[in-house]
């Protein structure tokens, strides 16, 4: 059986969890590797919208088990909140979730951190669930892990030991009131009484799992460019979303991966701050953001809008080794009398040869735009690649042939039922 991962190709938010929801079906186990409750990943059934943070997308379909990877960070109130919203819509979770032991906890000071340093200037424009100040933590080896739940006085002694630090920090540098230790070692020991049934050695569980002929989809969050080594550094988050991430962040070696899915969506959106060459401003930008109800799904923020980035996608298809593409949002386009790709960058009026990820030149370069004609029918209604009018689907031909893969699936509403599946 096969082992895929499934990846943002953008900056985040491309419609990864309505096409896990559809992919699942195929596959016995859908695990995340990397980032925690910053991710917002929507999947809609029926009249049901259901909005996962932290648990794999694959849980609305009852025969799948979802693992959460060692590489994800996890805020536990956030995850026995999911799962409390998931029970209350007959889901059911026992037997179903496994969580890995090496996954890093999200403490209150890092919540707290993330929210004093985009107070200052320099904001990144996070989404203030202390996915940086954990990652700090995690590479600095002070990290504190699902597994030391399991042991109350390790777990006490470790949150003393942080607490001496955060607090210095918090009063000496930031002004800021003390955390109180106590309160936090009584909040985090309850958790292991409910999260004690999911903590698994997941690395293991998934290779027994391979070899036992069972299929994997590895799930990321955000997408290439906000990952920490190829995206747009510093406004980036702080884990490796590419596919390079998912093996690192699940325990599954290169040599056991299938294929890497890309999820693109038909335009580019972003959320935070942080240059994006292709941003429209005006009506355009307007009409894809209320058309596409482009509004974060953690955080309720609008999403900037702009034109298809091709030459930023071939980049990510680069890097992530993008096999196969999920065109999502394709029915969002309907209507313009043109839709503009962007094909390269000009800099200092000389075209580049090669997408730069350094902020400060990507933030100077200017798009160089192909034109191609829109199309006015509404899409949504498709279910076979050739009931797409002419113009739309030469619009998906020049995606794939610039960008440089193959389309499996596209996407043209948010609806499970709303899917053109072509492999
Ligand atoms: P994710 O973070 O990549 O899972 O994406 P989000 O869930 O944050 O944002 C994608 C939004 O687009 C969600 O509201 C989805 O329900 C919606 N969506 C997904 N695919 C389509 C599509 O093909 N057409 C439309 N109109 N909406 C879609
Ligand atoms: P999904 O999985 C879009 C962005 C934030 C900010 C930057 C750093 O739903 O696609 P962080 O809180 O991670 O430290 O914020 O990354 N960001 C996302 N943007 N979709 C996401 O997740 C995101 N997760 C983080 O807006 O710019
Ligand atoms: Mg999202």
């Given at each position: 059986?096969?082992?895929?991962?499934?990846?943002?190709?953008?900056?985040?938010?491309?419609?990864?969890?309505?096409?896990?929801?559809?992919?699942?079906?195929?596959?016995?186990?859908?695990?995340?590797?990397?980032?925690?409750?910053?991710?917002?990943?929507?999947?809609?059934?029926?009249?049901?919208?259901?909005?996962?943070?932290?648990?794999?997308?694959?849980?609305?379909?009852?025969?799948?088990?979802?693992?959460?990877?060692?590489?994800?960070?996890?805020?536990?109130?956030?995850?026995?909140?999911?799962?409390?919203?998931?029970?209350k819509n007959n889901i059911k979770i026992d037997g179903r979730?496994?969580?890995?032991?090496?996954?890093?906890?999200?403490?209150?000071?890092?919540?707290?951190?993330?929210?004093?340093?985009?107070?200052?200037?320099?904001?990144?424009?996070?989404?203030?669930?202390?996915?940086?100040?954990?990652?700090?933590?995690?590479?600095?080896?002070?990290?504190?892990?699902?597994?030391?739940?399991?042991?109350?006085?390790?777990?006490?002694?470790?949150?003393?030991?942080?607490?001496?630090?955060?607090?210095?920090?918090?009063?000496?540098?930031?002004?800021?009131?003390?955390?109180?230790?106590?309160?936090?070692?009584?909040?985090?020991?309850?958790?292991?009484?409910?999260?004690?049934?999911?903590?698994?050695?997941?690395?293991?569980?998934?290779?027994?799992?391979?070899?036992?002929?069972?299929?994997?989809?590895?799930?990321?969050?955000?997408?290439?460019?906000?990952?920490?080594?190829?995206?747009?550094?510093?406004?980036?988050?702080?884990?490796?979303?590419?596919?390079?991430?998912?093996?690192?962040?699940?325990?599954?070696?290169?040599?056991?991966?299938?294929?890497?899915?890309?999820?693109?969506?038909?335009?580019?959106?972003?959320?935070?701050?942080g240059p994006f060459p292709t941003e429209l401003l005006d009506e355009d930008g307007e009409t894809l953001r209320?058309?596409?109800?482009?509004?974060?799904?953690?955080?309720?923020?609008?999403?900037?809008?702009?034109?298809?980035?091709?030459?930023?996608?071939?980049?990510?298809?680069?890097?992530?080794?993008?096999?196969?593409?999920?065109?999502?949002?394709?029915?969002?386009?309907?209507?313009?009398?043109?839709?503009?790709?962007?094909?390269?960058?000009?800099?200092?009026?000389?075209?580049?040869?090669?997408?730069?990820?350094?902020?400060?030149?990507?933030?100077?370069?200017?798009?160089?735009?192909?034109?191609?004609?829109?199309?006015?029918?509404?899409?949504?209604?498709?279910?076979?690649?050739?009931?797409?009018?002419?113009?739309?689907?030469?619009?998906?031909?020049?995606?794939?042939?610039?960008?440089?893969?193959?389309?499996?699936?596209?996407?043209?509403?948010?609806?499970?039922?709303?899917?053109?599946?072509?492999?």
């Amino acid at each position: 059986m096969s082992v895929s991962i499934l990846v943002g190709s953008q900056w985040g938010d491309e419609g990864k969890g309505k096409i896990v929801d559809i992919l699942s079906e195929k596959y016995n186990i859908v695990a995340r590797y990397q980032g925690g409750a910053n991710a917002g990943h929507t999947v809609e059934i029926g009249d049901q919208k259901y909005i996962l943070h932290l648990i794999p997308s694959g849980i609305l379909r009852e025969d799948v088990i979802c693992v959460i990877g060692n590489g994800v960070v996890i805020d536990p109130k956030a995850l026995l909140d999911e799962i409390a919203i998931l029970e209350k819509n007959n889901i059911k979770i026992d037997g179903r979730l496994f969580i890995s032991h090496n996954a890093h906890l999200i403490m209150p000071y890092h919540k707290l951190l993330d929210s004093i340093s985009e107070s200052g200037q320099n904001k990144i424009g996070t989404t203030g669930r202390g996915i940086g100040p954990c990652y700090i933590d995690k590479y600095a080896r002070k990290g504190i892990r699902i597994v030391d739940l399991l042991d109350k006085e390790r777990l006490a002694k470790k949150i003393r030991e942080n607490l001496v630090e955060k607090n210095t920090l918090l009063k000496k540098v930031y002004e800021h009131s003390e955390l109180d230790v106590e309160e936090i070692i009584k909040e985090y020991t309850e958790f292991d009484k409910i999260i004690d049934k999911y903590i698994k050695d997941t690395p293991l569980y998934l290779n027994h799992a391979i070899s036992e002929g069972k299929s994997i989809l590895l799930e990321g969050a955000q997408g290439a460019l906000l990952d920490i080594d190829h995206g747009t550094y510093p406004f980036v988050t702080s884990s490796s979303p590419t596919s390079g991430g998912a093996c690192t962040g699940s325990g599954i070696s290169p040599n056991k991966i299938d294929s890497v899915v890309g999820i693109v969506k038909a335009y580019t959106t972003r959320v935070g701050n942080g240059p994006f060459p292709t941003e429209l401003l005006d009506e355009d930008g307007e009409t894809l953001r209320k058309v596409g109800a482009e509004f974060g799904a953690t955080t309720g923020r609008p999403r900037r809008c702009g034109w298809f980035d091709a030459f930023l996608t071939k980049y990510s298809t680069m890097i992530n080794g993008i096999d196969y593409a999920a065109i999502t949002k394709l029915d969002v386009l309907s209507g313009f009398d043109n839709i503009k790709v962007c094909v390269g960058y000009e800099y200092n009026g000389k075209a580049l040869k090669a997408f730069p990820n350094d902020v400060n030149q990507l933030e100077c370069v200017k798009p160089i735009y192909e034109t191609l004609p829109g199309w006015k029918q509404d899409i949504s209604g498709a279910r076979n690649y050739d009931e797409l009018p002419s113009e739309t689907r030469d619009y998906l031909d020049f995606m794939a042939k610039y960008c440089g893969f193959e389309i499996s699936i596209v996407s043209v509403g948010p609806k499970r039922s709303e899917t053109i599946v072509l492999k």
